[in-house]
């Protein structure tokens, strides 16, 4: 008995492994696509990444819905000249995954915003889009 126990926490353990290691790699490759977006002056498809009822949060500010999303990213084409995104932590929880990070804009005039963050992501078809974005300066 305690040796089937045994074979099954193992082989639980290595498959909840395995798939957090997916779904990391998935959130870490969607943020790789959101900095070249961004670093391309692409904003549209930076808006993409976002869920339609996804709400923006930081800085006195509350960004909520695909018009005021579209709209709160078009404001920085042509006045962003870098992004970085940092990865701190990535927790899947299923249809959902917690990203911690920290992220550094460098804009084209030379100021620079530099943010902790806090994605959640919600799994849509095979991919993710990110339902709540949430910030504060380092």
């Known amino acids: 008995m305690k040796k089937t126990l045994l074979v099954a926490a193992v082989v639980f353990g ?11 790699d998935k959130i870490t490759a969607l943020n790789k696509e959101i900095e ?18 996804a709400v923006v949060m930081g800085g006195g500010m509350n960004v909520t819905g695909r ?5 709160y ?10 992004w970085k995104l940092e990865i701190d932590k990535i927790e899947d929880f299923g249809n959902i995954v917690i990203q911690r990070g920290r ?36």
């Open 14 to 24: 290595s498959k909840y492994s395995y798939s957090q290691s997916i779904v990391s």
């Open 67 to 71: 018009s005021a999303l579209d709209k």
């Open 36 to 53: 070249n977006a961004f670093n391309s002056n692409n904003m549209e498809k930076v808006a993409a990444f976002y869920s339609d009822s």
């Open 103 to 138: 992220s550094y804009l460098t804009s084209t005039s030379g100021g620079q915003s530099n943010v902790r963050f806090l994605l959640i992501w919600k799994k849509s078809g095979d991919t993710y889009k990110v339902l709540y974005d949430t910030f504060t300066r380092l």
């Open 73 to 82: 990213w078009m404001s920085f084409k042509d006045r962003g000249s870098s």
